[in-house]
């Protein structure tokens, strides 16, 4: 039992890596002045564009994470490629290595030190029972890396779209919802609803700071309503679109463990 809660523990602070965000500042987007009149096609398509600049990526974070099976307090260390590739080291107190996970395309490796045991399969194998939804590799980055983006097929789904304050706010025909900062443009906010209409996921990005050529946050924050789990990561040190090392993402499963598949 306790090797389950852990490495589900794992998985999670990997995923949200996605996530950094310790307070309600808004960083630096502080323009109030009205927004310009736009029409969904247009702000999905710029969002699009912003989210292509993202090439690679490469930083150090504090992660938070509450829920059902257990508290974790940490450190992670984060590499990226994309549109398809991620490794990430996880610490947990007093430097003690939790966890080593590698995407590449749809596969996952993940290692864990501290139990002495490896697994294999995909992203939705290892975000069963954590996620309440399903998504590709490249879904699964953007959200860790904290920029989402709305795929074009979504375009017709858009009932409503506003302004309020200095974001644009989306409606869409299942119920969610989206805020957009007009800088960028990013999504600072989404809201995930179920078949009843009541929000089951919510992703929250703030503190969005430039690196790279992109619009970052520096924290984010991911509650999953049903198994209760809230996910804080904040990044100390960031850096987008510089080259990578050869060999990046390797990391050595010891001969003496098998990896299993889920």
Same mark, same amino acid.
Request: charged share 20%; aromatic share 12%.
């Given at each position: ?76 260390? @984060? ?51 954590? =996620? ?14 904290? @920029? ?67 619009? =970052? ?44 598949? @889920?």
């Amino acid at each position: 039992m306790i090797r389950i809660v852990i490495i589900k523990i794992c998985i999670l602070i990997f995923f949200i890596g996605s996530i950094v965000f310790l307070n309600d500042c808004a960083g630096p987007f502080s323009a109030r002045r009205p927004l310009p009149e736009t029409t969904p096609q247009d702000l999905i398509r710029k969002i699009q564009a912003h989210v292509s600049r993202l090439n690679t990526i490469q930083g150090n974070a504090k992660i938070n994470v509450n829920s059902e099976i257990g508290n974790f307090y940490g450190t992670l260390e @984060l590499k990226a490629h994309l549109p398809d590739s991620l490794y990430a080291k996880v610490e947990g107190p007093f430097g003690v290595d939790m966890a080593l996970i590698r995407f590449y395309a749809e596969d996952m490796l993940f290692y864990s030190p501290f139990l002495h045991i490896a697994y294999t399969g995909n992203i939705n194998d290892g975000m069963a029972g954590i =996620l309440p939804f399903e998504m590709n590799t490249g879904d699964f980055l953007l959200y860790t890396l904290g @920029l989402l983006e709305i795929p074009s097929y979504q375009m017709q789904e858009i009932t409503l779209l506003y302004s309020q304050d200095d974001q644009y706010v989306m409606h869409f025909r299942n119920g969610e919802r989206v805020w957009v900062h007009p800088k960028g443009p990013v999504i600072t906010r989404w809201e995930k609803i179920d078949s009843l209409g009541h929000v089951k996921w919510t992703w929250e990005g703030r503190r969005f700071r430039a690196t790279g050529g992109v619009q =970052l946050p520096q924290t984010i924050h991911m509650t999953i309503e049903d198994p209760k789990q809230k996910v804080t990561v904040y990044y100390t040190r960031r850096h987008a679109n510089r080259n990578l090392k050869s060999g990046w993402s390797r990391f050595r499963v010891p001969e003496g463990v098998r990896p299993i598949a @889920l």
